[in-house]
Nanobody, 126 residues
């Protein structure tokens, strides 16, 4: 089992920044992919960003590219999502997840991830 604990959500004005953290504990895997997804009320869950744990290779949704940065700290088993220039449309519940078996081939697809955190709310005021 893997436990994922997110933190760092909150209320921010448009144009502001937040940094989300996702701390992982439990089993270890050879080269998992850590992803961030978000879901706004009445909308489907959508991919935000992902990082390959060993190489650090990153992937982003077009809507957040150049504003968000995903990173990981191997020594702390923690992934981060730095969110800058936030917009009202970025408001959602953000969840981190781990894909332990598909080698990052489906980093954009939520069914590829087998462990999920509980989510953290991000609210952006205009």
């Amino acid at each position: 089992q893997v436990q994922l604990i997110e933190s760092g959500g909150g209320l921010v004005q448009a144009g502001g920044s937040l940094r989300l953290s996702c701390a992982a504990s439990g089993r270890t895997f050879i080269n998992p992919t850590m992803g961030w997804f978000r879901q706004a009320p009445g909308k489907e869950r959508e991919f935000v960003a992902a990082v390959r744990w060993n190489s650090g290779r990153t992937y982003y949704a077009e809507s957040v590219k150049d504003r968000f940065t995903i990173s990981r700290d191997n020594t702390k088993n923690t992934a981060y999502l730095q969110m800058n220039s936030l917009k009202p449309e970025d408001a959602a519940v953000y969840s981190c997840a781990v894909d332990t078996y598909s080698n990052g081939r489906n980093y954009y697809s939520s069914p590829a991830y087998d462990y999920w955190g509980q989510g953290t709310q991000v609210t952006v005021s205009s």
